[in-house]
């Protein structure tokens, strides 16, 4: 089976975990594109979502989702995004891309999270590329200095700001 079938298949899996009246966490990439395809093509009459990126909200828009900004609602129902890389015991990596700050918002607003991803993202140790960590100009020295002092517990050299 291709990823795209893979991708196609959980994503319409995890479109059905949503019903109506729900607030839904719409991820950002490839894998969750088809997750809001899959729920664009079930038609509920009152879903809004909470899309991670401005292509995931272009394609919501173009499919007839509604939409509402994270900071209209208390809370959101359901997340679905993808992983960047699934590990032993279902570790995962989430936020390797250029939503990191945004997935991680809409995230940690939600009741419940739902990763999909195909058989490619299965790695046997985590960490099969750099992992990304945005910093926002509200307390970005603080945070470099927090970021030099984990990297000198690993041994690992000073993160490049």
Known sequence: MSADDQKRISGAAAAELVENGMVVGLGTGS??????KALAARKLSDIRGVPTSDATGAL???????????????????????????GPGLSLIKGGGA???REKLVWEASNRCVVIADAAK???????FPLPIEVVRFGHVHTSWRLADIAAEFDLPPPRL
């Open 31 to 36: 894998t969750a594109a088809w997750f809001v």
């Open 99 to 101: 939503a990191l700050l």
């Open 122 to 128: 299965k790695v046997d140790a985590l960490g099969k």
């Open 60 to 86: 919501a828009r173009e499919l007839g989702i509604p939409l509402v900004a994270l900071d209209d609602v208390k809370t959101i129902d359901l997340t679905v995004d993808g992983a960047d890389e699934v």
